[in-house]
């Protein structure tokens, strides 16, 4: 049996994350890359920190949840206001919602940027519920701003957003209701919401559930968003570790084999088609997010796979980047992205952390609590 966790990647990934962290406890989304450096993102973040959380760092994602609870407590009149607009049919515009990311001190940024996004919010209330379950941790200490999340996200999921990749704002995103929607069923499975807010969040994800069966799928797969046929790589998350949908079930099998048929070539995932950003090369996290659902539907050894192939991109100093180039959807949009933004981001730590977090799925030393997401979440979801 290989024991993933300790190959001199997976020491490098965990080493890099742990040494970036920043004092406040944010995770860099790349250090020196010019368009990400000095900016903490709640969608990187979250899944780092769950990486981190699962391969028994738990201080280190402690540390995150802090500093995302310290950024939502810090705004807690913001949120009230955006909320009362929101339940009394006066939704606050885009750039008035919470931003996608923050300074590591938890300021908003002053660069422009594809700010509203409200996936990281239901991503972090995921994560920080399984490492409070995992690690048997008191959840009473990020309470306040999993109460104040949880109020943000039933008046406003509904809402068209910018996607995991920034883009596309006037689309709802099925991968964004399926982090949503995980994030408040972790937080009633946990018990620790305020009694007032228990019915509006039951209410809002089962609303989600139903929204994704009814108009969230084309040919028995999930789509990229409500009322396309396309795919996009970020979904296979919505698989595992979401759980939003079962890996085994009729969905889950015809996401994970559309995934691999439309976006994947020899083991490297594309977002989607179409992409131009960079050319639009293969991302290894999602390579890892893929093998993550192969290996929760039992496929191991497409996991494994999955896995080499996103190894297989770090660089000789063992940094892992974005995206790679040697298959491109737009080749000719290569060069302007670099004379815009400079060479993709490297190391990228939520590409470490999705490594790892495969790697965890696959060494056989950590024990399946650590890695499961409730089951109880499948209640009610497309299958
Ligand atoms: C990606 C986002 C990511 C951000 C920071 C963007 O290019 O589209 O998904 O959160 O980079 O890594």
């Given at each position: 049996m290989q024991r993933?966790?300790?190959?001199?990647?997976?020491?490098?990934?965990?080493?890099?994350?742990l040494r970036l962290q920043t004092p406040e406890g944010a995770y860099p989304a790349s250090p020196t890359f010019s368009a990400y450096a000095?900016?903490?993102?709640f969608r990187d973040g979250a899944f780092i920190a769950d990486s981190m959380s699962v391969i028994g760092e738990i201080e280190s994602a402690s540390r995150f949840f802090d500093w995302c609870s310290r950024v939502l407590v810090d705004r807690v009149d913001h949120v009230r206001w955006i909320i009362t607009q929101a339940r009394s049919g006066r939704p606050p515009g885009h750039d008035q919602m919470l931003p996608a990311r923050f300074t590591f001190a938890g300021h908003n940024g002053d660069d422009e940027w594809w700010d509203f996004q409200l996936d990281g919010y239901g991503t972090w209330l995921w994560a920080v519920v399984e490492h409070s379950r995992r690690h048997a941790l008191d959840l009473d200490r990020w309470e306040p701003a999993i109460s104040m999340t949880v109020e943000y996200l039933t008046t406003s999921w509904s809402?068209?957003?910018?996607?995991?990749?920034?883009?596309?704002?006037?689309?709802v995103h099925v991968s964004t209701l399926a982090c949503v929607s995980a994030g408040l069923?972790?937080?009633?499975?946990?018990?620790?919401?305020?009694?007032g807010l228990v019915d509006a969040a039951r209410e809002a994800s089962s609303q989600i559930k139903a929204t994704v069966f009814e108009r969230g799928l084309s040919d028995g797969h999930l789509v990229k968003w409500l009322g396309s046929t396309a795919l996009d790589g970020s979904l296979a998350a919505a698989i595992a570790p979401?759980?939003?949908v079962g890996a085994r079930s009729i969905v889950g099998q015809r996401t994970i084999d559309q995934l691999e048929r439309q976006l994947t070539v020899d083991g490297g995932t594309h977002?989607?088609?179409?992409?131009?950003?960079?050319?639009?090369?293969?991302?290894?996290?999602?390579?890892?997010?893929?093998?993550?659902?192969?290996?929760?539907?039992?496929?191991?050894?497409?996991?494994r796979e999955l896995y080499d192939w996103?190894?297989?991109?770090?660089?000789?100093?063992?940094e892992l980047p974005e995206q790679v180039g040697g298959h491109l959807i737009a080749p000719g949009m290569r060069a302007e992205w670099v004379e815009r933004w400079g060479s993709i981001a490297t190391p990228l730590l939520w590409s470490h952390a999705m490594l790892l977090r495969l790697g965890a799925a696959l060494d056989p030393r950590i024990p399946p609590h650590n890695l499961a997401a409730r089951s109880g979440r499948e209640e009610g979801a497309p299958r």
């Open positions: 993933y966790l300790d190959s001199p990647l997976s020491r490098r990934s965990a080493e890099l994350i000095g900016y903490s993102w809402r068209p957003c910018y996607d995991w990749w920034e883009e596309h704002s006037d689309h069923d972790a937080v009633l499975s946990s018990g620790v919401m305020e009694a979401l759980g939003f977002r989607y088609l179409g992409d131009t950003f960079y050319g639009g090369g293969q991302w290894p996290l999602l390579s890892c997010f893929l093998g993550l659902a192969h290996a929760a539907a039992g496929d191991v050894s497409r996991a996103a190894a297989s991109t770090a660089n000789s100093d063992l």
